[in-house]
């Protein structure tokens, strides 16, 4: 079992940045596929982006392609998002989520430990 903790958001203006982290306890991190998905007001949760276990291959939605970039790091059992450029659309609670063995996939069926959310606003 593995638990997670999202940290890194807050309030941001339109085009600037900001790097969210998750840092996971418990054991065998390096065999967790990572995924980062987002919930913005009154819309269902949708996926933003993953990292396998093995061979850290990455997998983006197709709309945030360019702007954030998913990156772990095994020895401190943390996954990061890099968010850039962004957008007052970005709005969202954004989660982190964990899948043995996983090969970074969109869907959250696939995912089976979750953190509790991180908000970030970005003001226009």
């Known amino acids: 079992q593995v638990q997670l903790v999202e940290s890194g958001g807050g309030l941001v203006q339109a085009g600037g940045s900001l790097r969210l982290s998750c840092a996971a306890s418990?054991?065998?991190?390096?065999?967790?596929?990572m995924g980062w998905f987002r919930q913005a007001p009154g819309k269902e949760r949708e996926f933003v982006a993953a990292?396998?276990?093995?061979?850290?291959?990455?997998n983006y939605a197709d709309s945030l392609k360019g702007r954030f970039t998913i990156s772990r790091d095994n020895a401190k059992n943390t996954v990061y998002l890099q968010m850039n450029s962004l957008k007052p659309e970005d709005t969202a609670v954004y989660y982190c989520?964990?899948?043995?063995?996983?090969?970074?996939?969109?869907?959250?069926?696939?995912?089976?430990?979750w953190g509790q959310g991180t908000q970030v606003t970005v003001s226009s």
């Open positions: 989520a964990a899948d043995q063995y996983g090969s970074g996939g969109s869907s959250e069926s696939h995912y089976a430990y």
């Open positions: 990292i396998s276990y093995s061979t850290s291959n990455t």
């Open positions: 418990g054991r065998s991190f390096r065999n967790y596929a």
